[in-house]
């Protein structure tokens, strides 16, 4: 069955530019490995000892594969593989400051985790100047 797995911007220097691989599996693991066939140097940027680097993250269709199978995630015909890879941090744009980045700190939001807040109007919500 036939997979796409796109590329982030930060590893196409390992694909040749590509932002998209096509590829044949049934899993996210058969599928990532035949992108790895493909572009070797992804392997050693995305993983560790076989398993996803902790700061690597993975969605079928929308959606974390942390929160399903894993590796083990079954894909359908025309599915698509994202690999994400989580970005924080950053550099101060300081003259005074050293050369050694910044370190930030930065909280991690995940896909589709939303604080749940009371909606204008309910019971115990404070304030109704939004209701109208």
Same mark, same amino acid.
């Given at each position: 069955?036939?997979?796409?797995?796109?590329?982030? &911007?930060?590893? @196409?220097?390992?694909?040749?530019?590509?932002?998209?691989?096509?590829?044949?599996?049934?899993?996210?693991?058969?599928?990532?490995? &035949? *992108?790895?066939?493909?572009?070797?140097?992804?392997?050693?940027?995305?993983?560790?000892?076989?398993? %996803? @680097?902790?700061? *690597?993250?993975?969605?079928?269709?929308?959606?974390?594969?942390?929160?399903?199978?894993? %590796?083990?995630?079954?894909?359908?015909?025309?599915?698509?593989?994202?690999?994400?890879?989580a970005v924080a941090?950053?550099?101060?744009?300081n003259s005074a &400051?050293?050369?050694?980045?910044?370190?930030? #700190?930065?909280?991690?939001?995940?896909?589709g985790h939303f604080? *749940?807040? #009371?909606?204008?109007?309910?019971?115990?919500?404070?304030?109704?100047?939004?209701?109208?």
């Open positions: 069955m036939s997979i796409t797995v796109k590329i982030p &911007a930060q590893l @196409r220097g390992v694909t040749g530019g590509e932002s998209e691989v096509e590829v044949e599996g049934g899993t996210v693991g058969e599928a990532l490995d &035949a *992108v790895f066939d493909q572009h070797h140097e992804l392997r050693e940027r995305i993983t560790d000892d076989g398993s %996803l @680097r902790r700061f *690597v993250n993975v969605y079928v269709s929308g959606e974390d594969i942390r929160f399903r199978d894993g %590796l083990d995630t079954a894909l359908a015909d025309g599915d698509e593989v994202t690999i994400l890879p941090g950053g550099q101060q744009n &400051a050293s050369s050694a980045p910044a370190r930030i #700190p930065c909280p991690r939001l995940r896909l604080p *749940v807040l #009371p909606r204008p109007g309910a019971a115990g919500s404070g304030s109704n100047a939004l209701a109208s």
